[in-house]
């Protein structure tokens, strides 16, 4: 499972880098390769379908990310050594010879 959801990552990582290139970062983006926007009327939906996959495939990794961390093991918590001896029954001390 977590291979699946590391390979979704990768995926959803590349395909950004991807739709960030296309865009323009002074505004034109693709949506100015297609010529005037009364010569076609798809030329603001294009910026819109950009703009939405950017923050689709934003959220996606970031949601795949922290349903990966909540899947993680937790940590086992060290255990303190238990007392073998009860009260009353503990060892004498030892006596040095004088």
């Not at 959801?5 to 960030?20: E, G, N």
């Not at 296309?22 to 005037?36: A, E, H, I, R």
Request: net charge positive.
């Amino acid at each position: 499972m977590d291979l699946l959801l590391s390979i979704l990552i990768i995926a959803a990582s590349i395909l950004l880098i991807l739709v960030v290139y296309v865009q323009n970062p002074k505004g034109g983006g693709l949506s100015s390769d297609f010529g005037s926007p009364s010569q076609l009327g798809g030329v603001q939906k294009t910026n819109e379908l950009i703009d939405k996959m950017t923050w689709g495939l934003a959220a996606t990794i970031v949601l795949v990310s922290l349903v990966m961390t909540i899947r993680q093991p937790k940590a086992a918590k060290p255990v303190a050594p238990q007392q073998t001896t009860q009260q009353g029954q503990g060892q004498a001390p030892a006596q040095g010879n004088k």
